[in-house]
């Protein structure tokens, strides 16, 4: 159950990441479970070594995954350049 929980909250983070940075990504559902997955564990394990709190999932963990989605979401834009359709 575990595991179905941190996908769930994997969605949520990377879907609100991907609203509140503007831009297009063309990523589906998958990408953003997999932006909001490692958005979670960037943004956990962040909140953790600066605050000294434990990796459980809190409300307040909740808004540390969405802070590191969007901070990966930006190192993989600023990364991937902008496409240019042709």
């Known amino acids: 159950m575990g595991l179905i929980l941190f996908l769930i909250v994997g ?7 991907r609203a509140l940075v503007p831009g297009p990504d ?20 962040l909140a953790a070594l ?9 409300p ?13 979401l930006l190192i993989w834009r600023s990364m991937g350049g902008r496409r240019v359709a042709v």
């Open 11 to 17: 969605l949520i983070a990377g879907w609100i990441a």
């Open 26 to 45: 063309p990523m589906g559902w998958l990408g953003t479970i997999v932006l909001g997955v490692v958005g979670s564990f960037v943004g956990g394990t």
């Open 50 to 58: 600066l605050f000294g709190g434990s990796l459980e999932l809190t």
């Open 60 to 72: 307040s963990g909740l808004i540390g995954s969405v802070i590191g989605a969007i901070i990966v």
